[in-house]
């Protein structure tokens, strides 16, 4: 079991979460070419190490997170909103 | 008489007299009594019967590592296979048996496959099932199948109970700083030092009873400490959880806990649950779970009579057993004296049989003031007698081997071959272990990650060193939390005043013996070296291989020699081999606990929708959409389920027809950037949607396959209420989420699920205007002109309910969605349904809406199942290319072009008084097989065309198969027939009716 740290709602089991996916993939606009398409949405590196990863807080506050999670450990590095309007009104706060 | 209750002695209360069944005959124990105990002091030695030969086999030990004396216990529902004799704690009433036996444990047909044993060896199955060279003769499935009937009847353990299991069970979590597993003077005194520095602490003892081994110690000293330190954890708030095992250990400090709350009751409580499974987050945990005694390998080392030295001592000085009356102890290791000495002074006659060539003087000094002779450079070779122990034939040191070395009469023989750490646990959280050649055992390494090894479990062999350990953990724990704790050294791993000898088993030139490695399994010292041979020299592939340490006791006792045997095999040093992976749980967990109270009707979440007693109380039969229940049908005076819906489909295509709509999901969808957000979210256009309009929209995935479809009304400039399917309601919601927090923060909307706010009820057929004209407050609003198709009104129902209601239509009527309240919802459907009879409307289920919308090619999440691109499923019109939505690219790529993708279709069947079955697979006439050409998602009876019909996918379309016929091939069922492919636009291709 997890523990995952959420921003809004405090360190919660990892089953009120949902895994959504590789958070570093920038997607790119929606009438782009096949060939970025196809990249963003089929092309997934397969880390052994230190990911940054996208998570739902399904039966919490439903926030879509990025976490800095360990693929080997399990550690969680760091934790913000997806959103990034959201991320900079938390450090602005802190 | 060998085995006995002493008169004195032990902790079991002999003014409580317990009466239990074993073997259908009565016996009597005393409270403070584990099953194993009472059948020893009862001289029941023979107890099991093994897993492949069927030998005779007895209690081996004390505790969890039990592989010999498993049982069942409880009679019908509540029969439990595979129960530990020796963790069960006795109560009165309790009925037990011996399993794998027939008739009996004594007199057991099944033992004449051990006279076959050397064709049942290792790798038996694989071999065997491969045929009989060199015909391969019995090779196939069908052979096989008839195998699988006698081996199930003859290999295996108990049998489970077929009835539904009567009892409940619970999950329950908590937390803690610190979580101390194990209540011996390690864990003991952890706790301790943990609560006085203030910190929450939870101990958890699988034993019934606190104390670890202050339990097995025959002195009141170590009685006078136990409940000293028991009172000090009292004083200092720890929370006691005993008969509560720590069965797994994962990430972040979480622990799975099973708690066996009713397990020592004759009678189960109606107000407890059986077992509880807990789930425990603690900040720190201290594993103070002790170490187990191993056996050695020698011939016939399984006899009932045989177990470890540690184990009689428990029933010497825990229960008042004396074990046996002349004991032959044989060991590597000084572990055994102390027990030997407890032994003779219970007055039986003890002999040690020493491996090691030498010992201290004072070692031997003090068994012999005890009456104890011991022999040293002497090894056991051979029990002696099948169903009891009469005689152990022994070695003798020959250099580095053994020779025969005589026999000596005997009751009872304890083996020692030393002492493994318990670090399962540790193991689980991916701490690793390092074989210390010094004790012969494996010891953990440090672990970072706030897990404190403590007592036997860090190697440390001596009571009083312990006690240190575990004030040194406890310490340790304070620490984590940044608090100041008393410095102490830790004791070192050990503690025996002369080094062991590692000894696994004992071979002598020319004796063949049945040495036994895991017991429990059967798994033998030349099944190892057999696996050896044919190749199996990971840990892994022997473990996989001969089953060695599969068995529930999973290896407790026997992992370590088969490593040890295998290293030899191999030419090599035990740590080069390496041990396999423990993994959770350390001891069974039954499924119930893992069901907790998720069983039956509970199994999953139940959705009734806010008219559910009122679509009752009208006659609905009901059925399970997802986590919904809808109606069904509505049969009337007898009717059949085919009946009832072709009577609601055809009213409602003549007159009207009412229906609960209200699983379809509902999304508000509200803010400045609304049009915009829906306008990428949708293929089709949102951006000119004006406010009283609803459009039918569709929405795909990335890569450009169907997520979902349904309508979006437009309420005002900046709101919008969203439908989806009942499939994929939950789904699409996180997909709004995510795309607007995720990847488009900068739009200024947001999405509010508001399902289970609104009720809804579908008003379909041409009499559809005038029922709901009759039902609103103001008729004039349901005009044409003032609600056309797809329009939206905001209104309020007769009695001012207030409502929304669209002009859209699934069943390809004339229709309406009215939604309202979900409070107001059986009052809507009263409304509705008195302004429906006098129109001889009716009351329609999912049956009937099936059938209406298969008529019309309408898709559904039957046909949208994650494959479908919106060209497959014939609605490529929707797709606008004039703006750009997600899923726009990856929809054009070339796989989503092919011109024989599966495509919509309706079918018919060739001979229109056939039907066929949903499911079936398209084929070409001439083939059929393999995936075909196709495939039926649905099948109704059409009323409005007189016959079968059904909706699917063909490759190519109907175009690409007019004219031809196919077959709906159910070849299991037994219903191929043969079929024409045409438009899924079955009734009313111009939607002249919905329009109308």
Excluded at chain 2, 133 to 155: N, V
Excluded at chain 2, 331 to 347: E, H
Excluded at chain 2, 403 to 426: F, H, I, N, Q
Excluded at chain 2, 884 to 909: A, C, H, N, Q, W
């Amino acid at each position: 079991m997890i523990r995952i740290p959420c921003p809004f709602c405090g360190e919660r089991d990892h089953s009120e979460f949902s895994y959504g996916g590789d958070a570093t993939i920038e997607y790119p606009a929606l009438d782009a070419s096949i060939a970025n398409w196809h990249d963003a949405v089929f092309q997934r590196q397969n880390i052994c190490g230190m990911q940054f990863e996208t998570w739902q807080h399904l039966n919490g506050c439903r926030m879509w997170l990025v976490v800095e999670r360990d693929t080997m450990s399990h550690e969680i590095r760091s934790v913000r909103p997806a959103h990034t309007g959201m991320a900079k009104a938390l450090e602005d706060e802190t | 008489m060998s085995a006995r209750r002493l008169s004195t002695g032990g902790r079991v209360d002999r003014s409580q007299t317990l009466s239990f069944k074993w073997e259908g005959r009565d016996y009597s124990g005393y409270a403070g009594d584990t099953l194993a105990s009472a059948l020893m002091a009862n001289n029941q030695r023979l107890v099991g019967r093994s897993f492949k030969y069927h030998r005779p086999r007895g209690i081996m030990s004390a505790g969890v590592e039990e592989s010999g004396a498993i049982v069942s216990i409880g009679e019908g529902a509540r029969h439990e296979p595979n129960v530990r004799a020796t963790t069960q704690q006795l109560f009165d009433g309790l009925v037990a048996r011996g399993q794998n036996a027939w008739p009996s444990v004594g007199f057991d047909m099944g033992a004449v496959t051990g006279l076959f044993s050397r064709f049942f060896a290792a790798g038996f199955y694989y071999k065997t099932f491969m045929g009989i060279p060199p015909f391969e003769w019995g090779s196939g499935t069908g052979i096989w199948m008839q195998y699988e009937k006698l081996i199930r009847k003859a290999a295996g353990m108990g049998d489970a109970p077929s009835a539904p299991d009567p009892d409940s069970y619970e999950h329950a979590h908590d937390h803690c700083d610190v979580l101390v597993v194990g209540s011996g003077p390690a864990g003991l005194n952890a706790a301790v030092s943990a609560a006085r520095a203030g910190l929450d602490v939870i101990l958890v003892e699988q034993d019934f009873e606190l104390g670890g081994d202050f339990l097995n110690q025959p002195d009141a000293e170590a009685e006078i400490k136990r409940t000293n330190l028991i009172a000090l954890i009292k004083a200092v708030n720890v929370r006691i959880m005993t008969r509560t095992t720590a069965f797994g250990l994962y990430e972040y400090g979480v622990a799975g806990l099973l708690e066996q709350v009713t397990d020592h009751m004759a009678s189960g409580s109606e107000h407890l649950p059986r077992q509880r499974f807990w789930t425990v987050r603690a900040k720190s945990t201290v594993l103070a779970t002790g170490a187990l005694e191993r056996s050695i390998a020698f011939g016939n080392n399984d006899r009932p009579g045989v177990m470890t030295v540690a184990a009689a001592g428990v029933y010497l000085n825990r229960y008042g057993v004396l074990a046996g009356e002349k004991i032959a102890i044989a060991t590597n290791n000084d572990s055994v004296y102390q027990t030997a000495g407890d032994l003779s002074r219970a007055d039986a006659t003890v002999s040690i049989f020493d491996a090691r060539k030498e010992v201290s003087h004072a070692l031997g000094e003090a068994a012999e003031r005890d009456g104890i002779t011991v022999q040293l450079a002497m090894a056991p070779m051979n029990v002696l007698g099948s169903k009891t122990v009469s005689g152990l034939s022994l070695a003798i040191a020959n250099g580095d081997d053994w020779k025969a070395g005589g026999t000596r009469s005997c009751d009872l023989v304890l083996v020692s071959g030393g002492w493994s750490p318990v670090a399962s646990l540790l193991s689980h959280r991916g701490g690793k272990l390092s074989w210390d050649s010094e004790n012969a055992c494996f010891v953990p390494n440090t672990f970072s990650d706030r897990i404190h090894m403590a007592g036997s479990a860090a190697g440390v062999w001596n009571l009083d060193d312990c006690e240190v350990s575990g004030m040194v953990a406890g310490a340790a724990a304070v620490k984590d939390f940044g608090k100041s704790a008393p410095s102490m050294s830790a004791p070192m791993v050990g503690g025996w005043e002369n080094p062991i000898r590692p000894l696994y088993e004992i071979k002598v030139a020319g004796e063949k013996l049945k040495s036994f490695v895991d017991p429990q399994h059967d798994v033998t010292a030349a099944d190892v070296r057999l696996a050896h041979r044919e190749g199996f020299v990971s840990v892994e592939h022997l473990k996989r291989y001969t089953t060695l340490g599969m068995a529930n006791d999973q290896g407790k006792m026997g992992n370590i020699i088969g490593l040890a045997l295998m290293a030899e095999a191999l030419g090599k040093e035990i740590p080069e081999v390496g041990t396999t992976t423990f993994r959770p749980p350390y001891t069974p967990v039954s499924i119930g606990a893992l069901c907790g109270r998720n069983s039956g009707s509970h199994f999953r979440p139940l959705r009734r929708t806010p008219m559910h007693d009122w679509n009752l109380d009208h006659g609905a039969t009901m059925t399970d959409a997802g986590l919904w229940q809808r109606p069904w049908y509505f049969a009337r005076d007898g009717e059949t389920i085919t009946e009832a819906y072709i009577r609601e489909a055809t009213t409602t295509r003549s007159a009207v027809g009412l229906c609960d709509v209200t699983s379809l999901g509902k999304i508000a969808v509200q803010g400045p950037d609304a049009t915009e957000f829906l306008n990428r979210v949708y293929t089709n256009p949102f951006a000119k949607l004006p406010i009283g309009k609803a459009r039918y929209g569709i929405m795909l995935r990335d890569d450009g396959l169907v997520m979902d479809d349904g309508t979006t009304w437009r309420l005002s400039e900046t709101e919008y209420f969203m439908t989806t399917t009942t499939a994929h309601a939950g789904k699409v919601m996180v997909w709004l989420e995510e795309l607007l927090q995720v990847r488009w923060p900068d739009l200024k909307v947001h999405v509010t699920s508001v399902s289970d706010q609104w009720a809804g009820c579908a008003v379909a057929g041409p009499k559809s205007r005038a029922c709901l004209a009759a039902c609103v407050e103001d008729p004039a609003v349901m005009e044409n002109d003032v609600l056309p198709f797809m329009g939206v009104i905001e209104t309020t129902l007769k009695g001012g309910t207030p409502c929304r209601i669209a002009r859209i239509s699934f069943s390809g009527e004339m229709a309406f969605e009215v939604y309202v309240p979900s409070d107001y919802a059986p009052a809507m459907m009263q409304i509705l349904w008195d302004e429906a009879q006098p129109l001889q409307g009716c009351l329609y289920g999912t049956e009937a809406l099936g059938t209406l919308r298969i008529e019309k090619g309408h898709v559904t999440g039957a046909e949208l199942d994650g494959r479908v691109n919106i060209d497959d499923a014939g609605l490529g019109k929707m797709a606008s290319d004039k703006k750009s939505y997600v899923g726009d690219t990856l929809r054009k790529r070339p796989e989503m072009l092919r011109e024989d993708r599966p495509r919509l279709v309706g079918i018919f069947p060739k001979d229109r008084q056939q039907t066929f079955n949903g499911g079936a697979l398209l084929c070409k006439a001439d083939t059929v097989s393999g995936f075909g050409e196709g495939w039926i998602t649905g099948v109704t009876h059409s009323p409005e065309l007189g016959h079968w019909i059904g909706i699917g996918f063909v490759s190519g379309g109907h175009e690409a198969w007019a004219g031809q016929t196919l077959v709906a091939a159910d070849p299991l069922r037994k219903g191929n027939v043969d079929v024409e492919v045409v438009s899924p636009h079955m009734v009313d291709p111009g939607g002249e009716r919905m329009h109308g």
